[in-house]
């Protein structure tokens, strides 16, 4: 799943529900910025914030950043990859959260 691309452009339609879709868009509004810092590096984290934050195409990006617009298409990817990955663990931990939360409130009524 691509988590960038839905947190930007998509609404949350891979959510069961409103709540659902609430707290993942929190917790990847917490998280991004940290992975953004901690794991890209610095062309990754300005490719990917003048195209998601900016709304810049690659052209427009290998302009700004004096750099072809292959090499943009390339530190894009790459950075993708790595944030849908950290997400997707992220993610996947907070459902596991969200369960348990659920299942001891079901247990405790």
């Known amino acids: 799943m691509d988590f960038i691309e839905n947190f930007y452009y998509a609404e949350d339609d891979y959510c069961s529900d409103i709540d659902e879709q609430k707290i993942n868009r ?3 509004s917490t998280v991004l910025p940290l992975i953004m810092k901690n794991d890209l590096t610095e062309r990754q984290r300005s490719c990917l914030t003048l195209k998601y934050v900016k709304n810049l195409n690659q052209s ?3 302009g700004k950043l ?3 617009q292959p090499t943009v ?3 894009i990817s790459t950075a993708k990859d790595i944030v849908n990955n950290r997400l997707a663990y992220c993610l996947a931990a907070l459902r596991k959260a969200n369960k348990m939360w659920i299942d001891y409130e079901n247990s405790t009524h």
């Open 26 to 28: 929190n917790a990847i």
């Open 60 to 62: 427009e990006i290998a």
């Open 66 to 68: 004096n750099l072809s």
């Open 73 to 75: 298409c390339r530190h």
